[in-house]
C-alpha cells in the first residue's frame, strides 16, 4: 500500500559544486529533491549532490559500509554513493537515482521506512574496483554482468561493464529497484521487474528520466529481445509462469503483459505482496496466479493475441546507440568493421500507421520543420530524419532493409549519398550547396531529410535552417528507381546506419502522432495518469480477499472504476467521486460477512488503514521493545485502541497496558511499549498485538503477530564433508543413511576425523535475532563442501506445519528419516527462504538438514511455524538424543 509523497516543484537546478569536499554529511533534509513526476517521466527541477569525501553517511547498510581507498562518498536526499568514478559521473548517477525513486515506490507500493537514513550504492570503475568496495565493506566479492544487489548489507554494487552510458544508467536504475524492494520488503523482487524496470528513455538536456518503457531503441532492449526469441519457442502462459523469475526467456514479456493492462496490472499488485511474502516460487507460481488472476487457460487467449500483436519498433543490429530523448546517438565503431552500426526500424513505408500506446511509448520532442510531412500507408511514402553531424562521421537511414543490404541515404562531408551496391543501384553523390551547408553550420551541423517512395524515383529533400525568419535553405534530388526495387521499397523495414566519429539521428516515420500529456503538469505515477489508483487497488485486495463473500456493491464499484483508468480526465475524475460517496456503504456491506477475520481485514483495505508490528532488534536481551504504526492513507481520521497479549500467557513478564489511537487521515501514528522480560527463555514466543479501530464510521478490527525467539535455537552440527562441482551438487553422505549417533566419529573432507558440535541460541542474543548457524565458524572455510545440522523436534500433539528454513548456499531437509525438501542453489541467505509443508507426530521427530557450500558465507536458520504461518508456541526443540 502506499503512502504518496507530495514532489512540490520550486527554485532552480542545483548540482554539485566539483571538488567541493564537506566535512559533515548533511541531513537528508537539508538537500532538496524536487522535481515534477507525471505519470511514467519525472522532470528535474532542483536535486542537489554534495561531496562528502571520506565522511561515511547514515545508510541502511548500517555498519556495514567503510571508505574504500580511491572512493570517495557522494550524497544526495535519498541516496549515498561510494564512488571512484568522479564528480561529473557521480552527479548524474545520483540524479538519476532521485529521478526513478518516485516510480519505485509507486512500483512497491512502499516508502523507505526512515527519512534520516540514506540507500547505499557504490560504484567501481571496473569489476575489480566493485569488488574491492564490496570486500571493505562485508568482507566478501562477487557478482557479474554490471551490478549486483546484496542481502548482506541491503545495498547495491556497480561497475561499468560497457561503454555506454544508456547502458551504466540501466544498471543503476536497475539494482535501485532491487535495493528499495530489500529495504521495504526484505525482498529482492525479481528479474523481469526490474529488466523492465531498467528499459528507460532519459534527455540529458531536460534532465527528465521515464522509466518502465516498453518500446526503445538502445541495447539493453529486452522488449524486442524476449519477442526475438519467443518466435521460436511461443509458451504458454502456465509455462511463461514458471519463468516469471527471470530476466531472459519469457520474464519480460510476462511482467509487461501484466504491467500494460489496467486490470492485470491492479491484480499484479496482490501477486507482488505475495512475492514479497515468500509464498511464490517458480512451481507455485501458476496455482497462485490462478488464485488472483482466475484460471490461466482462459487467460491464455489474452496472452497469445497480446504477445502475437506487439512489434518492437528497434532492433539491434550492430554496435553502438546511445538514446537521448528521441535522438539516438551512434558510436559509429561497429563490431563488423566492414559494416556499419546499424538500428532496425521496423517499421514498412506501405502500411498505415496504427496508435499502439505501447510503441515509443516515451516524450517525444515535435518534428522539426526541417523534415517535410511523413506519412506512411499512401500510394507515394515518405519517411524523414535529422542528421546532427557535430559529432563526425556520417548517419543516415536505409530503405528496403535485408539483414545488411539496403539502399543507403546518408549525409556525410557536405553531401547526400545514395548507394544501394547489393542491389545494383550505383552510388551516386549531391554535394549540398552552399546555402543549405551555410544553414546547417549555423544550427549546428543538422540537417533535416525526407526520403519520399515514387513509383519511378527516389525524392530527397535535404533541408537548413539557420533559425532566422526566412533563412530555411532546401535542396531536392531524384534518384531513378525500377519497379523491383519500387517494391522492394514499400514493403521492407528501414534502418538507422551511422559510422565514424558520433553522429546523432533523429527519425520520424508518420505525421499522424500521439497527442502528448503536459509532463509540465504533475500527474500521478502510473501509466494511465489515473489519480484513483490506490483507491481501485484497495477494491481489488478487499474482493481477493473475500473471493465468493464479495459483496455486489465493492463489484459494482469496482467495475466502475476500472472502465475510467484509460479514459479522458473528466470520467476519470468522476469515478473518483462515485467511490468518496459510496465507499462507506461499501464496507459496511462487506462487515456483514460471514467471515468476520477477513471482513475486517478487507475493510482496513477499503479504508486504506494498515497496521505494522515490529519488534525493536536493538533492545537489550532481557527486555522487549515493540512499536505499532497505524497509517492512515485516506482522508479520514482514525481512532481507536490497541492491546497486546503474549502467547504463552506470562512467557514474556507484565505486559503494559494497551494504548489509544488518533491518526489524522494522510498520517502515520506510531506507539511504543517497552518492558523487562524473564531472562533464560529460549522457546518461541508471540507477541498478539489487536487493534481496535473506527474509521469515518466505519469499524474494523485488526491483528497481527510479532515474534521473539523466532528460530530453531539449538543444533548439532557435523562437517565438513566433500560436495565437488558447487552449491547445487547433491552428494549424499552416511550421516542422511544411518541412524544418528552423537557420539560417533566420522570421516570428512581430507580425511579429517568429525565429531558433531553444539550451535545454540546465545543468551545474549536479542529477542528478535534469529538464530543462524554459521558452518564456517564450526566446521572451515573449505569451499565446495557440505555440512549437517540435527535437532529433535518435541510436539504434544500430532499436527501439520510449515518448516520456513533460509541457507546459504543450498539445502536438503529430512524429517523422521524421510527426505521431504531440496533447494540446491548458490544463493545468499534469507530467513524462511523456502516454505515446506511437514507433518509432526505426536513426541519427539528427527529434523537433519544438510547444507551445500560453494564459496563465501555458509550458514543456516530455520522456523518452525504453523500451516498459516502463525508460532507454535508449544513446540520446542531439544538437543538430547533420544
Not at 531472459?248 to 511482467?255: A, F, I, R, S, T
Not at 504533475?522 to 489515473?530: D, G, K, L, M, V
Not at 467495475?559 to 467511490?579: H, R
Amino acid at each position: 500500500m502506499r503512502n504518496k509523497r507530495t514532489y512540490a516543484v520550486i527554485g532552480g537546478i542545483l548540482g554539485l559544486s566539483s571538488g567541493l569536499v564537506l566535512a559533515v554529511v548533511p541531513a537528508p533534509s537539508e538537500l532538496p529533491a524536487k522535481m515534477i513526476v507525471s505519470g511514467r517521466t519525472s522532470t528535474q527541477v532542483d536535486i542537489k549532490t554534495v561531496k562528502v569525501g571520506q565522511e561515511i553517511p547514515k545508510t541502511y547498510a548500517g555498519d556495514k559500509i567503510h571508505n574504500t581507498p580511491g572512493f570517495e562518498f557522494y550524497v544526495s536526499k535519498h541516496y549515498a554513493l561510494k564512488s571512484d568514478m568522479g564528480d561529473d559521473f557521480s552527479r548524474e548517477i545520483l540524479e538519476v537515482s532521485e529521478l526513478a525513486l518516485p516510480h519505485w515506490e509507486d512500483l512497491i507500493g512502499e516508502q523507505p521506512p526512515d527519512p534520516d537514513t540514506r540507500m547505499y550504492i557504490c560504484y567501481g570503475k571496473d569489476f575489480a574496483d566493485m569488488n574491492r568496495g564490496m570486500v571493505s565493506d562485508v568482507g566478501f566479492a562477487g557478482g557479474n554482468g554490471g551490478g549486483i544487489t546484496i542481502y548482506a548489507n541491503h545495498s547495491a554494487y556497480n561497475y561499468p561493464s560497457g561503454t555506454l552510458m544508456y547502458h551504466r544508467r540501466a544498471l543503476i536504475i536497475h539494482e535501485n529497484l532491487h535495493l528499495l524492494n530489500m529495504i521495504c520488503k526484505n525482498s529482492g523482487g525479481y528479474e523481469g521487474e526490474t529488466y523492465s524496470g531498467e528499459q528507460h528513455v532519459y534527455d540529458p538536456v531536460k534532465k527528465q528520466l521515464t522509466v518502465l518503457c516498453f518500446d526503445k531503441a538502445p541495447v539493453n532492449n529486452w522488449t524486442d529481445h524476449d519477442l526475438q526469441g519467443i518466435k521460436t519457442n511461443f509458451p504458454s502462459l502456465r509455462e511463461a509462469a514458471r519463468q516469471w523469475w527471470d530476466g531472459g526467456g519469457e520474464g519480460v514479456l510476462y511482467y509487461q503483459f501484466m504491467m500494460t493492462d489496467p486490470d492485470r496490472y491492479l491484480k499484479w499488485q496482490i501477486w507482488r505482496d505475495e512475492l514479497c511474502e515468500d509464498r511464490i516460487k517458480a512451481d507455485t507460481n501458476p496455482a497462485i496466479m490462478e488464485d488472483i488472476y482466475g484460471s490461466l487457460d482462459a487467460l491464455n487467449p489474452v496472452w497469445e493475441r497480446w504477445v502475437k500483436a506487439r512489434r518492437a519498433s528497434f532492433h539491434h543490429v550492430d554496435w553502438g546507440w546511445e538514446q537521448d530523448g528521441n535522438a539516438l546517438m551512434a558510436y559509429g565503431w561497429p563490431w563488423k568493421t566492414n559494416y556499419w552500426s546499424q538500428m532496425d526500424i521496423q517499421y514498412v513505408p506501405n502500411e498505415t500507421a496504427q496508435y499502439d500506446p505501447l510503441r515509443m511509448d516515451y516524450p517525444m520532442d515535435p518534428m522539426p520543420s526541417i523534415v517535410g510531412p511523413v506519412k506512411r500507408g499512401v500510394a507515394e511514402p515518405s519517411v524523414g530524419y535529422v542528421a546532427d553531424l557535430t559529432g563526425g562521421g556520417w548517419v543516415g537511414m536505409g530503405l528496403g532493409v535485408t539483414n545488411r543490404s539496403m539502399c543507403q541515404v546518408i549525409v556525410m562531408d557536405g553531401k547526400l549519398v545514395v548507394e544501394g551496391k547489393e542491389m545494383s543501384l550505383a552510388r551516386r553523390e549531391f554535394p549540398l550547396t552552399d546555402a543549405v551547408k551555410t544553414a546547417g553550420k549555423q544550427d549546428g551541423n543538422r540537417y533535416g531529410v525526407t526520403i519520399q517512395i515514387k513509383p519511378r524515383a527516389l525524392a530527397i529533400v535535404v533541408r537548413a535552417d539557420a533559425g532566422r525568419p526566412g533563412a530555411m535553405q532546401s535542396m531536392t534530388v531524384s534518384v531513378p528507381i525500377d519497379d523491383a526495387l519500387h517494391q522492394r521499397f514499400m514493403t521492407h523495414y528501414l534502418s538507422l546506419i551511422a559510422k565514424d566519429g558520433r553522429p546523432r539521428i533523429t527519425p520520424f516515420f508518420d505525421d499522424a502522432r500521439r497527442l502528448e500529456p503536459d509532463l509540465t503538469k504533475p500527474a500521478p505515477p502510473n501509466r494511465w495518469r489515473f489519480a484513483a489508483m490506490d483507491q481501485l487497488e484497495t477494491l481489488y485486495r478487499a474482493a481477493w480477499r473475500l473471493k465468493d463473500k464479495t459483496p455486489a456493491s465493492l463489484l459494482s464499484l469496482k467495475a466502475t472504476m476500472l472502465a475510467a483508468v484509460d479514459k479522458d480526465p473528466a470520467t476519470q475524475s468522476a469515478a473518483l467521486t462515485l467511490y468518496n460517496s459510496t465507499i462507506a456503504r461499501v464496507a459496511q456491506d462487506v462487515l456483514r460477512g460471514s467471515d468476520p477475520v477477513a471482513a475486517n481485514t478487507a475493510v482496513a483495505d477499503l479504508m486504506r488503514v494498515s497496521m505494522r508490528v515490529n519488534v525493536d532488534g536493538e533492545a537489550a536481551a532481557d527486555q522487549a521493545a515493540l512499536t505499532v504504526e497505524i497509517r492512515s492513507k485516506g482522508e479520514s481520521n482514525v481512532k481507536g485502541r490497541i492491546v497486546l497479549t503474549a502467547e504463552p500467557e506470562g512467557s514474556l513478564g507484565t505486559l503494559p497496558a494497551g494504548q489509544t489511537v488518533d491518526v489524522a487521515g494522510g498520517q502515520t501514528q506510531k506507539l511504543s511499549w517497552k518492558w523487562n522480560v524473564p531472562a533464560g527463555g529460549q522457546a518461541t514466543a508471540a507477541i498478539r498485538v489487536k487493534a481496535t479501530l473506527a474509521c469515518g464510521g466505519t469499524a474494523m478490527g485488526l491483528t497481527d503477530t510479532a515474534w521473539v525467539r523466532p528460530s530453531i535455537p539449538c543444533w548439532w552440527v557435523l562437517g565438513p564433508f566433500d560436495n565437488r562441482g558447487d552449491g547445487t551438487v547433491d552428494t549424499p553422505q552416511i550421516v542422511e543413511r544411518e541412524k544418528v549417533h552423537l557420539g560417533k566419529t566420522y570421516v570428512g573432507m581430507g580425511g579429517r576425523e568429525l565429531h558433531w558440535q553444539k550451535s545454540e541460541r546465545s543468551s545474549e542474543a536479542k529477542l528478535t535475532d534469529e538464530h543462524v548457524v554459521d558452518f564456517l565458524k564450526l566446521c572451515g572455510s573449505d569451499q565446495n563442501v557440505s555440512a549437517y545440522a540435527l535437532t529433535w523436534v518435541v510436539s504434544p500433539k500430532e499436527r501439520d506445519a510449515l518448516l520456513g528454513i533460509g541457507s546459504d548456499d543450498g539445502v536438503v531437509v529430512w524429517l523422521n528419516g524421510q527426505r521431504v525438501h531440496a533447494a540446491l542453489a548458490n544463493r545468499g541467505y534469507r530467513s524462511m527462504q523456502d516454505r515446506v509443508p511437514i507433518h509432526l507426530k505426536a513426541g519427539r521427530n528427527e529434523l537433519l538438514v544438510r547444507v551445500t557450500q560453494t564459496f563465501a558465507g555458509w550458514v543456516m536458520g530455520a522456523r518452525l511455524v504453523g500451516r498459516d504461518e502463525k508460532p507454535l508456541p508449544d513446540v520446542s526443540c531439544t538437543l538430547v538424543e533420544p
